[in-house]
């Protein structure tokens, strides 16, 4: 059964920094897809960043460009989120998901929820102003 849990969200002052994790089992990251999304209330949910790491390649949306930064630790098997400069649009539930065949077009045109076959259970960000 694969479960990956998020941990690491948290209410900070804007400006502030957060480092999302994702831990996996009964699934191995490696070469595999993932990928970070958000969703705040009554928004639909919006990829944030993308990794494929065969290809060496990651997506940022043009909102998290420059202050969110996506890595992988195989030995960890642990997916994170580094989040710099949050803003209090960046408040939301993230979810890390994993496992996709369009892992490329993920990391070129942003990754789709509908790609994803595991989910984690989210973790809240709230930033203040």
């Known amino acids: 059964q694969v479960q990956l849990v998020e941990s690491g969200g948290s209410s900070v002052q804007a400006g502030g920094s957060l480092s999302l994790s994702c831990v996996a089992s009964?699934?191995?990251?490696?070469?595999?897809?993932v990928a970070w999304f958000r969703q705040a209330p009554g928004k639909e949910r919006e990829g944030v960043a993308a990794l494929f790491p065969d290809a060496k390649k990651t997506y940022y949306t043009d909102a998290v460009k420059g202050r969110f930064t996506v890595s992988l630790d195989n030995a960890k098997n642990t997916v994170y989120l580094q989040l710099n400069s949050l803003k209090p649009e960046d408040t939301a539930m993230y979810y890390c998901?994993?496992?996709?065949?369009?892992?490329?077009?993920?990391?070129?045109?942003?990754?789709?929820?509908?790609?994803?076959?595991?989910w984690g259970q989210g973790t809240q960000i709230t930033v203040s102003s």
């Open positions: 998901a994993a496992d996709s065949e369009l892992c490329l077009s993920a990391v070129l045109i942003g990754p789709d929820p509908k790609w994803y076959n595991y």
């Open positions: 009964g699934y191995t990251f490696s070469s595999n897809c």
